[in-house]
Each structure stands twice: as structure tokens, then as C-alpha cells.
């Protein structure tokens, strides 16, 4: 009977689309979710985050604000010109702030700290300067040791702020490694200040990112002895309506390996390797909140939600099957959740990392991928070993290259069929009784290179049945010329016949003993067949069964009679007459069939025919 069950099963292999695979693939994505979810708990996972924010960030980012904050930079020219002594006398701070209010400034931020006294005349002169338009910087720093954890505060003098002048944290917390992409949380912040100085203020966001509006010396800025001097060295009404913040500028942007006072990693620093001064970090937080252009996070559920659509797309992709239209999806894939978060920063300002979803995604397709590239591997060792006893190896590793071509679960086919039987084997046998060694190997003689020819002229080696061989052609693989192969087949076996005689003649001659003649019948037919796996569930082969079948075995049987050492049945004769001359036989009638049938046989090896009925 036909074995149950698919036929990839009897291989050994799963197949697209069944409830196993869909589980499999589920079971993936659960795995996959869970594991995603999981990294994006730990911090190293939060700083790769971090620095795909820093490469989305700074893709085109908005220019800064028209009536953005003007730096004024204590530099390297201001040095030169002021003196190389810092910190400068406080009444020079004074000047400037005086300077800078009658040039029209709306607000003006120091952010410099004076928490320690220094000459009398000196605070004092400062301290006449100052007024409600000025914000002083302070710092809160957090210790923790062994023994104790510290808050420490530190505040301008009380002389200082008594005038009416606030205070704002200039505190800045960067990331874990030392990149700032985080608005500073404080309420009563050094930017946050300088907008209430200003009449405008703002609220600040807790746990938003900051979008940083280019690299080092982005912000419009002056040298601090131009601003001294503001009718000299700048243009009228440089400063009217603007809010100035004044704090430590190199001329030239320190590099990472340099380091430098008051100066920070920001998201350009990856593309410029250059820090940013503090001061200009201000102007970038002031910008952010005056004008909500800072990035927000989103909630917990949002980011666990994209790591399910990324779970959720890769199980699309390999749900039927994998393959280079999948790898192909997975670039696409992951280049639309690169674009998509992207857009999301950029339009909606908010930062949906991407690296989640992409990850989860991967992991899905690649386990996928994975366990198919398993499978099919083990389906081509399945067809590997249950077809290199019947095929050719190049018909084997075509088969193994493209399994598609296979259907082994029963198919009707038009099959060309051949059955080789040894004549007088029963003699043969009886004689050699003594000797059941030389028997075996006396047949096995003459079956290998039969076989040889078989699979060389691409047939599938369906049995042998003692000393006889049965195959067929056109199945597994397509064989649009399947009747023809065959009688070629059949004439280059009788050729094959005459060689190995020969070679057992010289070897009888050398022992001194009577040569044996070995002598075979083959019958070819062609006609339409059942062709699959036969047999039982726990054993199997590959056959072919029918009408068709039979026949060519009864021509096998009737060339005997007939006196040819090869008989072809008539639908054969019809594929193969016009490429191979054939000699009408006579009519017969086999066992088992009611009508008689033409029988041909090839000229080259026509004899006269026999009387003797079948």
C-alpha cells in the first residue's frame, strides 16, 4: 500500500504552513518578546539606545531659534585681551552686565558661580550690577560613599542674590557614557531661571531628551571683551530683545581626547569627535524648553508595544517559508523601523527607540530561518539517503537542490518501465549450489554494471527481485523522453552483457574451467502508473504500480518465446520509432490480459521469432 502520512515526513522534514511550524514560529516570538524585554531593562542595553539617539538626533536637525539665547565667551581672545589670570575681579562681571543692559539685553545669565567672597569692592561693584534680569549659577551634586550619601548645594552669596537676581542649577547629569542627551530635571534650573528672567516661563519636562541643535559654536557668539564694548566691536543693536549667557567658550572646540574646562559630550559628538562648552549646552536646554522642542520619552507600554509590532512583522515575514525574499524583508524591515522612529523623533518628537523592535524582529526571522535551514538541510539528507539506491548521484543532488520537484506522497504518471531477467539462472544456480559465494558475486557482477546503465540514462531503480532488475523512467524527475532513454538504456545493457562475458570467458580460460555464458531478457512498456512510497508506515520504498507495469514484466517473460533478447511494447514503440528503427514481432498474448498486443523489437538485435506462444 501507499505509506501514509506526507511525504516529507517519511523524510524526515517539517513542512510549510502546517500547525508545528506555526507553533514553532509562535513560540519564537514569544521567546523572542520576552528576551527583548528583558535587555532593554539593563543598563548597557539603555546606552546602545542612547546612542541611536544620537545618530536619529542629529539627522537634519532643526536649526537653532531665531531669538535663541547669544553666547558671550570667556576665550581665548578675551584672555589675551582681559588677562590670562582667571577668575577675572568680579566688578569686570559687573561691567559687562551693565554693559549688556544698556545694549538692550532682555535678560542676562552668569553662568558662573561666585559662592566664595572675594575683595569687598570687587562683590561690591557686582553686586550693584545685578538685578531681577540676572540668573547666577549654582550646582547640586550628589556623593555617594562607603559611609554616607551627600547632597551638596552650592548657591552665589547671599549679598548676590539679595538684589533681586536668581539662582539656577547649572548642574548637568550626562548619561552613563558621558554623553548629555538629558534635559536637566530641576525646576529652578539655570536655563529655567533665565526664561522667568526673560517673562517666559516654562515647564520642565521630567525624563525628556534634549535635541541638540548642531556642534560646538552653534549658538551666535561674541568674545566677553567685544561685549564690554558692544558699540565698538559689534553691530548696532546686536544685543536688543536677545537673552545673553555668558560662560566659559574655547575658541576652538576642545576633542574628546583633549578634555577641557566646563566642556561636554553631546549627540554630535559621535559625527565630530568635539565637546561643547557648558554655556552652549544652556542655550540648547533654554531653546528646548522655550519653544518644546525637546523629545520625550514614551511609556513603558509604547516601548513593549514596539517590541511586539517588531515580533509581530517577523513572524509575517517567515510565516509561509524563509529564503532570500525573506533576508531581502528583513533589510526592508529594519530599515522602515529605523525610518519610523526617525519620523516619530523628528515630527512627533518623541524618541521610540528602535533597536527593540529591530532586534525582536531579527530574532524571529533568524530562529526561523534557522530552524528551516535545519530542516531543509535534513530533508535533503532524507532524499540523499532514500534515493542514491535508485538515482544517479547527479539525479540525487538535483533532487536535494530543489526538492519541489519531488512528490512522493502517490501520483499518477506515464511511466516507461523495464523489467531484466538473467536466462537459465535456475541452472546456474543448481550448478554453483556448492558454492553459494561465487553465486552472489557471479550476480552482483552482472547487476552493477546493468545498474550502471540504468541510472546512467537517467531511470530510477525501483528493485531487484532476485536476479532480476525492475526500473522505470519519468519518475521522480521529469523526463519529457523517458521511452526513449529507456530502450537506449535496454540496447547499452545487452552491450554491457557481451563485455562481462567476455571478461568471465578470459577469466574461466586462466583457471582452466568452461566459461559461463550469462544471457538476460528485458521487456520495456510504457503506460500510466501509480508511483509513490509503498509499502508500510515503518517501511517503505519507492515504486510503481499498474497495468503498465505488469505488461512490461509479461514482455520480459515473453522474449524467450520470441527469440529476442529485448521486446518492446507497442505504446514504447510508438515514442521511440522515428529515433530508434524497430522490427515488427507478432501479437501476443500475455498472462493475466484478455486482448493480444504488437510487440516490436529494436533492428539491431531483431532475430527470428519463435512460434511458441506466451
Known amino acids: 500500500m501507499f505509506a501514509g502520512g506526507p511525504w516529507w515526513k517519511g523524510l524526515g522534514a517539517s513542512a510549510p504552513g502546517t500547525p508545528s511550524r506555526r507553533n514553532g514560529i509562535l513560540a519564537i516570538a514569544v521567546l523572542a518578546v520576552l528576551l527583548v524585554a528583558g535587555l532593554s531593562l539593563l543598563t548597557p542595553w539603555k546606552l546602545v539606545e542612547g546612542r541611536a539617539f544620537d545618530y536619529l538626533s542629529t539627522i537634519s536637525p532643526p536649526p537653532p531659534p531665531d531669538d535663541g539665547p547669544v553666547i558671550v565667551a570667556i576665550d581665548e581672545p578675551s584672555l589675551a585681551e582681559i588677562g590670562p589670570q582667571w577668575p577675572w575681579p568680579r566688578d569686570l562681571h559687573g561691567r559687562l552686565v551693565e554693559a549688556l543692559r544698556r545694549a538692550g539685553a532682555k535678560a542676562v545669565g552668569l553662568d558662573i558661580i561666585f559662592a566664595e567672597p572675594s575683595t569687598p569692592a570687587a562683590d561690591e561693584a557686582l553686586v550693584k550690577s545685578l538685578g531681577p534680569d540676572v540668573v547666577l549659577a549654582g550646582d547640586e551634586t550628589f556623593i555617594e560613599t562607603d559611609q554616607a550619601a551627600q547632597h551638596v548645594r552650592v548657591e552665589p552669596l547671599a549679598i548676590f542674590t539679595a538684589t533681586g537676581a536668581t539662582t539656577g542649577i547649572a548642574s548637568i547629569a550626562p548619561d552613563g ?97 568635539t565637546l ?35 515580533a509581530g512583522i517577523g513572524v509575517l515575514a517567515v ?58 538541510r535534513k530533508l535533503r539528507r532524507g532524499i540523499t539517503r532514500a534515493f542514491s539506491q535508485y538515482l544517479s548521484p547527479a539525479l540525487v543532488e538535483r533532487l536535494a537542490r530543489d526538492p519541489t520537484q519531488l512528490r512522493l506522497g502517490g501520483e499518477v504518471r506515464t511511466l516507461t518501465i523495464l523489467f531484466c531477467d538473467i536466462r537459465g539462472f535456475t541452472t546456474i544456480a543448481e550448478a554453483m549450489k556448492g558454492d553459494p559465494e561465487r553465486l552472489t558475486t557471479l550476480i552482483n557482477q552482472l547487476l552493477t554494471p546493468l ?70 531478457g528485458i521487456g520495456v512498456n510504457t503506460g500510466q502508473c501509480v508511483v509513490g512510497n509503498v509499502g508500510s508506515e515503518q517501511r517503505f520504498d519507492y515504486s510503481a504500480l499498474g497495468d503498465a507495469v505488469n505488461l512490461a514484466s509479461r514482455l520480459e517473460g515473453a522474449s524467450k518465446d520470441l527469440g529476442v533478447p529485448l521486446v518492446i511494447g507497442r505504446a514504447t514503440a510508438e515514442l521511440v520509432s522515428d529515433r530508434i528503427p524497430l522490427t515488427p514481432l507478432r501479437e501476443i498474448t500475455v498472462k493475466g490480459r484478455g486482448e493480444s498486443t504488437m510487440v516490436y523489437a529494436p533492428a539491431a538485435v531483431s532475430a527470428p521469432v519463435s512460434t511458441a506462444a506466451s
Open 319 to 376: 510565516w509561509k517559508s524563509t529564503g532570500w525574499k525573506t533576508l531581502a524583508g528583513a533589510v526592508v524591515a529594519v530599515l522602515a523601523l529605523l525610518a519610523g522612529s526617525y519620523m516619530a523623533l523628528r515630527y512627533g518628537r518623541v524618541f521610540v527607540a528602535p533597536l527593540a523592535p529591530a532586534l525582536a524582529f531579527t530574532l524571529v526571522a533568524s530562529a526561523q530561518a534557522a530552524r528551516d535551514f535545519a530542516a531543509e
Open 451 to 520: 545498474s550502471d546503465v540504468v541510472m546512467a540514462h537517467g531511470g530510477t531503480i525501483d528493485k531487484y527481485i532476485g536476479d532480476c532488475l525492475m526500473a522505470f523512467w519519468n519518475a521522480p524527475l521529469d523526463d519529457p523522453d523517458h521511452a526513449i532513454h529507456a530502450v537506449e538504456a535496454s540496447l547499452e545493457m545487452l552491450a554491457a552483457l557481451d563485455r562481462l562475458n567476455a571478461q568471465l570467458q578470459a577469466e574461466a580460460e586462466t583457471r582452466g574451467e568452461t566459461p559461463i555464458a550469462l544471457r538476460i
Open 276 to 310: 561643547v562648552s557648558g554655556v552652549e549646552i544652556q542655550a540648547t536646554v533654554f531653546d528646548n524648553l522655550a519653544h518644546q522642542l525637546f523629545i520625550a520619552r514614551p511609556p513603558a507600554w509604547a516601548a513593549i508595544l514596539s517590541i511586539l509590532l517588531g
Open 177 to 273: 557614557d558621558g554623553i548629555l542627551r538629558r534635559v536637566p530635571g530641576y525646576g529652578d534650573g539655570f536655563a529655567a531661571e533665565l526664561l522667568n528672567a526673560a517673562g517666559r516661563p516654562a515647564t520642565v519636562p521630567r525624563n525628556a531628551l534634549l535635541q541638540a541643535f548642531g556642534p560646538s559654536r552653534t549658538y551666535p557668539t561674541v568674545s566677553y571683551y567685544q561685549a564690554l564694548d558692544p558699540d565698538s566691536f559689534l553691530p548696532e543693536n546686536f544685543f536688543r530683545g536677545r537673552i545673553v549667557m555668558v560662560g566659559l567658550s574655547l575658541q576652538n572646540a576642545p576633542t574628546l581626547s583633549q578634555g577641557g574646562a566646563d566642556v561636554h559630550a553631546s549627540p554630535f559628538t559621535i559625527r565630530t569627535g
